[in-house]
């Protein structure tokens, strides 16, 4: 019996669960969402939010005790500088796991894990996303102007 076990084993030795706890929260801080099996995604919530929680004190010894963790100083960097700030004033409840499909060959049900987003930063996010498609459309017009006087 696993009285007072915590956490789950996921068919994996000790060693290899903190390596992929480590990749999939890693992963779900560069990308702010992730797809992959419901209880990878439930265990890797719980070091995610953990991982939140020490960004918000913004100290040293929580910067350390991340960069444990998280592996790229990027990722770090942005943990501290721009996810942290975004839950300043929440008291927990950092990121949400959905429920997706069931995976073709195993039947492994997926599950995509995500940062909660105010609607507030939707609509900064779906705001720079338009607005970086408008400069791409500008570049493609330009390119293909100069094309067009090429030929003539």
């Known amino acids: 019996m696993r009285h007072k076990k915590d956490g789950r ?3 994996r030795t000790a060693a290899h669960r903190r390596a992929l706890m480590r ?3 890693t992963s779900l801080f560069e990308h702010e969402r992730i797809e992959t099996t419901l209880a990878k995604a439930k265990e890797t919530r719980r070091v995610a939010e953990r991982m939140i929680t020490y960004a918000k004190r913004n100290d040293l010894h929580s910067r350390r005790l991340v960069a444990r963790v998280v592996q790229d ?4 960097r942005k943990l501290f500088e721009t996810i942290a700030p975004w839950y300043a004033a929440r008291p927990g409840g950092y ?19 995500e940062l909660v987003k105010t609607a507030e930063q939707k609509a900064a996010d ?4 338009d607005e970086a498609e408008k400069e791409r459309e500008a570049k493609k017009e330009k390119k293909e102007k100069k094309e067009r006087e090429k030929k003539e």
Request: aromatic residues 0%; proline residues 3%; hydrophobic residues 40%.
């Open 73 to 76: 100083p990027l990722v770090v």
């Open 23 to 25: 990749n999939l929260t």
């Open 126 to 129: 779906r705001k720079a996303r």
């Open 9 to 11: 084993q996921l068919s």
């Open 95 to 113: 990121t949400r796991v959905l429920r997706t499909r069931v995976r073709q060959g195993d039947a492994g049900e997926m599950a995509l894990l």
